[in-house]
């Protein structure tokens, strides 16, 4: 091993210690702010029916994100070798991946890696990967301004409502300049440079007919949808009457915010920001955590749920 790659390798190491104190760390601070033995009592009275809805909500957003990634790729030309099962299969394997790697990114890497293991080239994979990225940041956005138009700001939560809305305003002018950037002479040089010409024409005739991207803004929503609906169960498993309208805001906020690499699967980073929402929308500190907690769990339990299945599925692959 080189010194260079010796380097390399502890500076992840280093990196992996930080994100793991990190996310012990910010749940560490957070169980000292709130009464822990309220937060006990919400556990131990937790109602498995509402558990099992949420769980049953994850793996139906599994499947709607594979559904997503495929239509995406089909439209863009991507990814041909894989039908809409293996895109399905995939999606498992990275969330199942997700709960034990720093934030999304890490799920995205196992993406690209088996990808370029079924015959995609690399440049391609990671392409298919952004694209599918940002597809769920726009539905992720949509699904915030969805529900402050339905069910307008929650009372006390005016600042994180102004935060969203800033980022979806961002999200809508990238969208309008994506064709002008995908004009340029220069992308079009790379994207030839890289084998991609045929998915930058697809991608900017797409541009041109928003009317033709509709199903993928659906199939965008939904999967956040869903994860509303796991948090919402956790909730009523825990006897909370937490409306949905909070929750519409704090839980694309949370998502939003897990895509940064500074923890483990989001941990700490998604505890803070549901008992900061949460709680400016009147919800006790204690409950908004122990709801955040619960919501962390089932995605952790889907995650074991769809590992044996997607690690057989890419066993058939070899």
Do not use: Y
């Not at 890696?113 to 956005?141: F, I, P, T």
């Not at 994180?160 to 990238?174: E, I, N, R, T, Y």
């Amino acid at each position: 091993m080189t010194d260079s790659a010796d380097t390399s390798q502890k500076t992840r190491r280093l990196w992996a210690l930080a994100q793991v104190a990190a996310s012990v760390a910010v749940l560490a601070a957070l169980f000292a702010f709130v009464d822990v033995g309220a937060v006990v009592d919400r556990f131990a009275d937790a109602d498995a029916g509402w558990m099992a809805l949420g769980l049953a909500a994850g793996l139906l957003q599994l499947g709607v994100l594979g559904l997503r990634w495929w239509a995406l790729n089909r439209k863009l030309h991507l990814a041909a070798p894989l039908g809409v099962g293996d895109h399905v299969m995939l999606t498992g394997l990275t969330h199942a991946a997700s709960q034990v790697l720093p934030s999304s990114i890490g799920g995205d890497a196992v993406r690209v890696l088996v990808l370029k293991r079924c015959g995609v080239a690399l440049a391609e994979g990671m392409m298919s990967v952004l694209l599918d990225r940002v597809a769920g940041l726009l539905g992720l956005l949509g699904l915030v301004l969805f529900g402050l138009l339905l069910g307008g700001v929650p009372k006390g939560a005016e600042d994180a409502a102004l935060a969203a809305g800033v980022a979806a305003g961002l999200a809508v002018l990238g969208v309008l300049l994506a064709p002008w950037i995908a004009a340029r002479p220069a992308v079009g040089r790379l994207a030839t440079r890289l084998g991609l010409e045929r998915t930058l024409q697809a991608g900017a005739a797409l541009m041109r007919d928003p009317a033709g991207a509709l199903d993928l803004l659906a199939l965008s929503v939904l999967p956040h949808a869903l994860n509303v609906a796991m948090a919402w169960c956790a909730a009523q498993a825990l006897g909370l009457a937490i409306g949905w309208e909070p929750l519409m805001l704090a839980v694309p906020l949370a998502l939003l915010v897990m895509t940064l690499p500074v923890s483990v699967a989001g941990w700490g980073v998604r505890e803070a920001v549901l008992v900061f929402v949460l709680g400016r929308s009147g919800v006790a500190a204690h409950d908004a955590l122990a709801v955040s907690v619960t919501w962390g769990a089932l995605l952790l339990a889907l995650g074991l749920l769809v590992a044996p299945p997607s690690f057989m599925w890419l066993a058939r692959r070899r």
